[in-house]
């Protein structure tokens, strides 16, 4: 069975600092991976997502997650952190056998941007 | 604004009510879900719809819960007897449907929030 460990519970970031969200997959298939993030009172929103091409994934807001089999990693990235990437992250695989496509999600990051 | 609405956002009940929580897709998706989140936790699968044909149900959905999809635009999720461990956020995502993609990118919804007092 498919599945995603999101490492940190919490992390907390400086203004103007990288940010590194960690994230294992557990998969008997080549999987689909995804980040989402999820602002408070609004719905989840897709950050980037890995689908066998390109193993470094660029997406939105300056984040990007690198595909590392060897490690069966999928860590998400950002160079420098804003106030507004303060929100929950997700870390989302679904089976790419499996057609119907539902999600599943990691327990989630929470990441806090300090001045 | 032509993303996935829910209605209501927020619903308060006593334990034993009914509740009906609807969840308009994006135009032309053909996939629907529903999923719930309970505090702390990502959000878990619960049913999907391709169109209006239901193909998958969670073992989380126990018989107190129904979905329905009518002629393949909206989505209600009813609850009957409600309990206090129903209390969370519900939500709805849609997507395509392509079929000649690995995965559909599915775009979530604000969620309706449960109360089970």
């Known amino acids: 069975a498919q599945s995603v460990t999101q490492l940190d519970s919490h992390v907390s970031v400086s203004e103007g600092t990288p940010v590194l969200l960690r994230c294992n997959y557990s998969s008997s298939y080549s999987p689909s991976l995804f980040w989402y993030v999820q602002h408070p009172n609004k719905g989840l929103q897709l950050l980037l997502k890995y689908t066998s091409a390109a193993t470094l994934v660029k997406g939105i807001n300056g984040f990007e997650a690198e595909f590392k089999k060897s490690e069966t990693s999928f860590h998400l990235t950002k160079p420098s952190a804003h106030m507004s990437d303060a929100a929950e992250y997700f870390c989302?695989?679904?089976?790419?056998?499996?057609?119907?496509?539902?999600?599943?999600f990691g327990a989630g990051t929470q990441v806090v941007v300090t001045p | 604004d032509t993303g996935v609405s829910q209605d209501p956002r927020h619903k308060i009940t006593k334990r034993g009510q009914n509740v009906t929580f609807r969840c308009d897709p994006i135009s032309e998706h053909n996939r629907l879900y529903w999923y719930r989140q309970t505090l702390g936790q990502g959000p878990e699968f619960l049913t999907y719809f391709q169109n209006e044909a239901q193909l998958e149900k969670s073992r989380l959905l126990s018989d107190r819960f129904s979905a329905e999809r009518p002629k393949g635009s909206f989505s209600t999720l009813e609850i009957q007897r409600t309990e206090q461990g129903d209390s969370a956020m519900y939500l709805c995502?849609?997507?395509?449907?392509?079929?000649?993609?690995?995965?559909?990118?599915?775009?979530f919804g604000p969620g309706t929030r449960l109360t089970v007092l």
């Open positions: 989302v695989t679904t089976m790419t056998t499996d057609s119907w496509g539902k999600l599943q």
């Open positions: 995502a849609s997507s395509l449907g392509r079929w000649q993609l690995l995965t559909d990118t599915q775009y």
